[in-house]
T-cell receptor, first 112, second 116 residues
């Protein structure tokens, strides 16, 4: 079966712009989570959605937001981009979170 | 807040040998879940093995096994018969079973190199 699909794979944006990243979970998975991965901070939890509701949120500024659609697809948005937002953004989906998540290959965002 | 510590930034092992990656964590909870994820250069995080804290038996998945010491809050990963394809970053992760369930807290990772 298809895995978790993230688009685009790579993205270059200018400081001050906004960006939207997309994630299509495995069919049937209703939980979708987002993580930011940087060399300095490692893997950090952004938020988790379940059945279109944000169920859990990490410690990121309000510039980071997300949503989930009725088909479980999810998007995350970052407004007013800063250089420090350059990172690999990973999406993960799960049927039952305590069984673990399946991750996508990520979107590499570079802010210049 | 829970923390996860991986004290070995890099490790190297020869093909066919056995290697153990260390992980310790800090929590006041009694029930929780622990995971090892592998991240090869392709960037995709792959679930290697999971352990439920209320189960005393150590989890095993083929060549991968864990040594779970709940009292010591230790969760090490043993890779037997190492293969070149095991070369990757390995992350230990914690998930609560309570209010913050669904959030994974990761360690900083151990870079494993398997050599000929």
């Amino acid at each position: 079966k298809a895995g978790v699909t993230q688009t685009p794979r790579y993205l270059i944006k200018t400081r001050g712009q906004q960006v939207t990243l997309s994630c299509s979970p495995i069919s049937g998975h209703r939980s979708v989570s987002w993580y930011q991965q940087t060399p300095g901070q490692g893997l950090q939890f952004l938020f988790e959605y379940f059945s279109e509701t944000q169920r859990n949120k990490g410690n990121f500024p309000g510039r980071f937001s997300g949503r989930q659609f009725s088909n479980s697809r999810s998007e995350m948005n970052v407004s007013t981009l800063e250089l420090g937002d350059s990172a690999l953004y990973l999406c993960a989906s799960s049927l039952n979170v305590v069984d673990g998540y399946t991750f996508g290959s990520g979107t590499r965002l570079t802010v210049v | 807040a829970q923390t996860v510590t991986q004290s070995q930034p890099e490790m190297s092992v020869q093909e066919a040998e056995t290697v153990t990656l260390s992980c310790t964590y800090d929590t006041s909870e009694n029930n929780y879940y622990l995971f090892w994820y592998k991240q090869p250069p392709s960037r995709q995080m792959i679930l290697v093995i999971r352990q439920e804290a209320y189960k005393q038996q150590n989890a095993t998945e083929n060549r991968f096994s864990v040594n779970f010491q709940k009292a010591a809050k230790s969760f090490s990963l043993k890779i037997s018969d190492s293969q070149l394809g095991d070369t990757a970053m390995y992350f230990c992760a914690f998930m609560s079973s309570t209010g913050t369930a669904s959030k994974l807290t990761f360690g900083t990772g151990t870079r494993l190199q398997v050599t000929l």
